[in-house]
Structures are given as structure tokens and as C-alpha cells.
């Protein structure tokens, strides 16, 4: 392909995308696909000879966008968003096109320094403390395991790196039942085992218990195990519960263990100032991650992390190869150091465009949006009879079941919701996602998609209590 048909072609797939743009919400949520619908129309080898982009474009449209789940769409209220927004899809088409690899501050300068920059400025708009410095990260699951592999080599003062575990470590890791799971996966990984990962109970808000916390630390270290890592979670998945972080934190300081908070969907809500009670406490954290690609509108990947010690990040992921050296090491960040790739896209130029772009002040009105959306909604679904809401709603994601008063059996309930969300999920109007709390089927409502407004919140209330009631054959 020259570039006068690249040219050409660009132009005709921005219309298409923005095109797009204003139709995915008409779109079906879901994709009505069964298993391998999608394979089966897919040739067995690449083409040997060179084919048009017309019709690899067709096909685009043809076979992939019928198989594909609409993110994009404000009726998608499942899991958490995977947001994006104008800009941030913008700055993805030049970091595409300028195919930098930013692993040192040599290979483009202007990334490093842009990255370095786009962090401060991020972390001063979530009022994070000062001693914070960060890094962008391809997703939360990657900063959690580099804040592990910092606590580890902390811990053991750099000697797993040099010589690996030697059998005698027994270092634990805390975090509460309803952490996320890319906790354990990191856990695994680290090298620690997940036998030594230790989950905490929660209280009835779902956040973790302080004093079971405390008491498990101190049964470790009675059994002459090392206490190493609290995971503290501001946000949790399931229900976005609130770790209490100003204990949490006063627990780590009093037996010197290393505190992470995993804040990878919340953090966002750091932008308005009503919110940053969620972070009392940051101060004491070592490390803090959260996701712009989830809910601050910047395309996926993009993870935010922040240390309070960067010599011990650097420490624990410096390697210098004779080709890697550059006569500016002294003097520059090289991002390589700071993480476990050697290669780096351009991810920090998507933040610029978004910040500058919406401004601080749109950024906080959208997320006052979102929330407030929620709240209403929360309100609604608490004074409806035959629903009932399962955990607090502190931010813009709702847990909640149809129960109907006159069923009161648990198994019968868990049966319904699912056969509910079944239903929500094959109508392609409405995509919702559920999770187990207190071991019951719960159904989950994010409004936080980027272009969500009262009317899709509306309409999906609407929808949630006609199918429930033809269920019950209402
Ligand atoms: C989504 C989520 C993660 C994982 O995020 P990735 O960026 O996909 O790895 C981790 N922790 C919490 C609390 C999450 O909500």
C-alpha cells in the first residue's frame, strides 16, 4: 500500500468510524454468535498474493463486526467499561502511525518526557501525595505484580533476584475474599505461591476486616512466616467496596510490610473532590494503581502506577545490556527500567489528548455525571417492592436482585436472576454482568460508559423490570 492509497483509505475509514461512533448504541449489545461462527469464515492459511483493501475492509465488516460485543455502546453496563473517547482515539491513530517503541528515552525523547509529565499531572488532578511518582503500565494486573516483585526484593533485600527463592522465605501476601483475581494470578507468578496468599474476611460493605487483618499478621509471625504485601483494594470488582485504607495503612507501618492499593477501576472517581475520602489514608501506600482505560475515557491499554520509591522500582527491574547503554543514562528516565517489557507503546500521548481535551473541569463533570446517574437509579431499585440491592453503592456501580415477595427460598432466587440476566443478555438491548455476593447470584450496573446518559439508565430500569416481571409471569 503507497501512501496516496493509505491517504485515500484513511479518509473513508473516518467516516466509518464516526459513523459508528453514532450509531453503537443502535447496535445489538451482544452478537448473536454461537462458538466458531466466526473461525469457520476464516481461510485456514494467509493469502500468498497480495489482496485489496477493499476487500479486506468487506470483510471487516462482514465476518468481524457481526461477531462483535459493542463496548462502545451506552447500553453496555457490564463488567466495568472499557472507555475511550474522541480524543483518546485520535492520539491512538498517531502513536500508530509514528510506530515508536519508547523503551528509553533515547528511542523518543518526547515520549519519555511526555509520560513523565502526563503522570504529574494526573496525579495532582487525584490529589495523590507528592512522594508519588509514576509510570504508565499496560494494565492493573502488571502494576500489581511489579508492586509485588518491589515488595519481594524489599523484603529479601534483592536477593530473590540474585538467587532466587531459596525454599526459606515463607512470605505472605494479605488481601480481602473479594479482591480481584489477578491478585492470585500475580501472586503465582511472583514466585510466592498461592498457599501464601492469605484472604482476609470482609464486613457487611464487603471492605476488608482491619482487625482480622492485624490478627492474621500476627498468627504468621508467630509461625515464624514473613508478612510482605497488603493488597488493599479501593473498588473491589464485584461490588466496588471500599478497603479501609488510613488502618489498613496504620497496620502495614506497625509490622513494616508493603502496602499496594488496587484502585484499578475507582481511582477515576479521585478527580471530584467529594470523592477522595475512598484514598484517606494514600499516604502510607507504596505503591497505587488505577486504570485510566476503564472510566477516565483513555482507550485501553492504559494503567496508571504510582511508587513512593522509585529507587526500589528501578532496583528491582534494572538490567543494562552493553546494547541498551546510552550516553544519557545519568540524566534521563528510561522506562524500560521501570517495569517488565523492554518495548513500550506511546501510551502517554493518548492522556494528553484526553486531558487537554476535556479539561479537568469536563473530566470532573462527566464522573459527577456518571455518579449521580447511579444514585438515582440506586434510589429506584431500593424503593421498588420486588427488588432489593445487595451492597452499598458508593460510586456508579449497582448491585441488586429481583425478589419477589413472595419467594423467600435462596436457590429459587439465585435461579431467577440468572434466568433474568439471560434474558437481558439474549434481548442485545442491555448488557449487565452478575457476580456472587454473600454467595448469592447478584446482578451488577455500571453506568460509567463514556457517552451513557439518563435515558439509556432509564431505559434500562425499564427493561430490567419487564423482564422480571414476565418471568414471574407478571
Ligand atoms: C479490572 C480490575 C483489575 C484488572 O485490571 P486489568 O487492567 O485488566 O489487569 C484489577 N483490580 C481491580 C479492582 C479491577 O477492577
Given at each position: 500500500?503507497?501512501?496516496?492509497?493509505?491517504r485515500?483509505?484513511?479518509?473513508?475509514?473516518?467516516d466509518w468510524?464516526?459513523?459508528?461512533?453514532?450509531?453503537?448504541?443502535?447496535?445489538?449489545?451482544?452478537?448473536?454468535?454461537?462458538?466458531?461462527?466466526?473461525?469457520?469464515?476464516?481461510?485456514?492459511?494467509?493469502p500468498?498474493?497480495?489482496?485489496?483493501?477493499?476487500?479486506?475492509f468487506?470483510?471487516?465488516?462482514?465476518?468481524?463486526?457481526?461477531?462483535?460485543t459493542?463496548?462502545?455502546?451506552?447500553?453496555?453496563?457490564?463488567?466495568?467499561?472499557?472507555?475511550?473517547?474522541?480524543?483518546?482515539?485520535?492520539?491512538?491513530?498517531l502513536?500508530?502511525?509514528?510506530?515508536?517503541?519508547c523503551?528509553?528515552?533515547?528511542t523518543?525523547?518526547?515520549?519519555?518526557?511526555?509520560?513523565?509529565q502526563?503522570?504529574?499531572?494526573?496525579?495532582?488532578?487525584?490529589?495523590?501525595?507528592?512522594?508519588?511518582?509514576?509510570?504508565?503500565?499496560?494494565?492493573?494486573?502488571?502494576?500489581?505484580?511489579?508492586?509485588?516483585?518491589?515488595?519481594?526484593?524489599?523484603?529479601?533485600?534483592?536477593?530473590?533476584?540474585?538467587?532466587?527463592f531459596?525454599?526459606?522465605?515463607?512470605m505472605?501476601?494479605?488481601?480481602?475474599?473479594?479482591?480481584?483475581?489477578?491478585?492470585?494470578?500475580?501472586?503465582?507468578?511472583?514466585?510466592f505461591?498461592?498457599?501464601?496468599?492469605?484472604?482476609?474476611?470482609?464486613?457487611?460493605?464487603f471492605?476488608?476486616?482491619?482487625?482480622?487483618?492485624e490478627?492474621?499478621?500476627?498468627?504468621?509471625l508467630?509461625n515464624?512466616?514473613?508478612?510482605?504485601?497488603?493488597?488493599a483494594?479501593?473498588?473491589?470488582?464485584?461490588?466496588?467496596?471500599?478497603?479501609?485504607?488510613?488502618?489498613?495503612?496504620?497496620?502495614?507501618?506497625?509490622?513494616?510490610?508493603?502496602?499496594?492499593?488496587?484502585?484499578?477501576f475507582?481511582?477515576?472517581?479521585?478527580?471530584?473532590?467529594?470523592?477522595?475520602?475512598?484514598?484517606?489514608?494514600?499516604?502510607?501506600?507504596?505503591?497505587?494503581?488505577?486504570?485510566?482505560?476503564?472510566?477516565?475515557?483513555?482507550?485501553?491499554?492504559?494503567?496508571?502506577?504510582?511508587?513512593?520509591?522509585?529507587?526500589?522500582?528501578?532496583?528491582?527491574?534494572?538490567?543494562?545490556?552493553?546494547y541498551l547503554?546510552?550516553?544519557?543514562?545519568?540524566?534521563?528516565?528510561?522506562?524500560?527500567?521501570?517495569?517488565?517489557?523492554?518495548?513500550?507503546?506511546?501510551?502517554?500521548l493518548?492522556?494528553?489528548?484526553?486531558?487537554?481535551?476535556?479539561?479537568?473541569e469536563?473530566?470532573?463533570?462527566?464522573?459527577?455525571q456518571h455518579?449521580?446517574?447511579?444514585?438515582?437509579?440506586?434510589?429506584?431499585?431500593?424503593?421498588?417492592?420486588?427488588?432489593?440491592?445487595l451492597?452499598?453503592v458508593?460510586?456508579?456501580?449497582?448491585?441488586?436482585?429481583?425478589?419477589?415477595?413472595?419467594?423467600?427460598?435462596?436457590?429459587?432466587?439465585?435461579?431467577?436472576?440468572?434466568?433474568?440476566?439471560?434474558?437481558?443478555?439474549?434481548?442485545?438491548?442491555?448488557?449487565?454482568?452478575?457476580?456472587k455476593?454473600?454467595?448469592?447470584?447478584?446482578?451488577?450496573?455500571?453506568?460509567?460508559?463514556?457517552?451513557?446518559?439518563?435515558?439509556?439508565?432509564?431505559?434500562a430500569?425499564?427493561?430490567i423490570?419487564?423482564?422480571s416481571?414476565?418471568?414471574?409471569?407478571?
Amino acid at each position: 500500500m503507497d501512501h496516496t492509497k493509505f491517504r485515500e483509505h484513511a479518509h473513508k475509514l473516518v467516516d466509518w468510524m464516526a459513523d459508528y461512533l453514532d450509531q453503537a448504541e443502535d447496535y445489538p449489545v451482544t452478537p448473536d454468535v454461537e462458538p466458531g461462527d466466526i473461525l469457520q469464515q476464516l481461510p485456514d492459511s494467509a493469502p500468498e498474493q497480495s489482496e485489496d483493501f477493499e476487500t479486506i475492509f468487506d470483510d471487516f465488516q462482514d465476518i468481524i463486526m457481526p461477531g462483535m460485543t459493542h463496548w462502545e455502546s451506552p447500553n453496555f453496563m457490564g463488567y466495568f467499561p472499557a472507555n475511550k473517547s474522541c480524543p483518546s482515539v485520535l492520539a491512538e491513530m498517531l502513536t500508530a502511525t509514528l510506530g515508536a517503541q519508547c523503551m528509553s528515552w533515547l528511542t523518543s525523547p518526547a515520549a519519555t518526557e511526555l509520560e513523565e509529565q502526563v503522570m504529574e499531572w494526573l496525579r495532582k488532578l487525584l490529589d495523590l501525595p507528592a512522594s508519588f511518582t509514576g509510570v504508565i503500565q499496560s494494565t492493573a494486573s502488571t502494576s500489581t505484580l511489579c508492586a509485588l516483585l518491589m515488595a519481594r526484593e524489599q523484603a529479601s533485600d534483592f536477593r530473590i533476584n540474585d538467587e532466587g527463592f531459596q525454599g526459606d522465605e515463607h512470605m505472605r501476601i494479605y488481601c480481602s475474599s473479594e479482591t480481584h483475581s489477578s491478585i492470585e494470578k500475580d501472586v503465582k507468578i511472583a514466585g510466592f505461591g498461592k498457599h501464601n496468599l492469605r484472604k482476609i474476611p470482609v464486613d457487611k460493605t464487603f471492605g476488608l476486616k482491619p482487625q482480622a487483618l492485624e490478627e492474621a499478621i500476627r498468627e504468621d509471625l508467630e509461625n515464624g512466616l514473613q508478612p510482605t504485601a497488603v493488597i488493599a483494594t479501593i473498588g473491589t470488582t464485584g461490588s466496588t467496596a471500599i478497603d479501609p485504607l488510613e488502618t489498613i495503612g496504620d497496620i502495614c507501618a506497625r509490622y513494616d510490610v508493603f502496602l499496594h492499593v488496587d484502585a484499578a477501576f475507582a481511582g477515576t472517581a479521585l478527580l471530584v473532590p467529594e470523592m477522595r475520602w475512598i484514598a484517606n489514608g494514600m499516604e502510607q501506600a507504596d505503591s497505587f494503581v488505577f486504570n485510566p482505560h476503564k472510566w477516565m475515557f483513555t482507550n485501553f491499554d492504559c494503567s496508571a502506577f504510582y511508587v513512593q520509591d522509585e529507587e526500589l522500582l528501578i532496583r528491582t527491574f534494572a538490567i543494562l545490556p552493553e546494547y541498551l547503554k546510552t550516553p544519557e543514562d545519568q540524566r534521563v528516565k528510561n522506562y524500560r527500567d521501570w517495569g517488565i517489557p523492554l518495548g513500550r507503546r506511546f501510551r502517554a500521548l493518548k492522556l494528553w489528548f484526553v486531558m487537554r481535551s476535556f479539561g479537568a473541569e469536563g473530566l470532573r463533570k462527566k464522573i459527577r455525571q456518571h455518579i449521580e446517574l447511579a444514585q438515582g437509579l440506586t434510589t429506584q431499585i431500593q424503593e421498588h417492592p420486588d427488588f432489593e440491592l445487595l451492597a452499598p453503592v458508593p460510586l456508579n456501580t449497582i448491585c441488586f436482585r429481583f425478589h419477589p415477595a413472595h419467594i423467600s427460598d435462596e436457590a429459587k432466587l439465585d435461579e431467577i436472576n440468572e434466568q433474568l440476566l439471560t434474558r437481558i443478555q439474549q434481548s442485545g438491548k442491555l448488557f449487565l454482568t452478575h457476580t456472587k455476593l454473600n454467595d448469592r447470584y447478584t446482578i451488577r450496573i455500571v453506568i460509567g460508559n463514556t457517552n451513557v446518559e439518563k435515558r439509556h439508565v432509564d431505559n434500562a430500569w425499564s427493561l430490567i423490570q419487564s423482564f422480571s416481571s414476565k418471568l414471574i409471569g407478571g
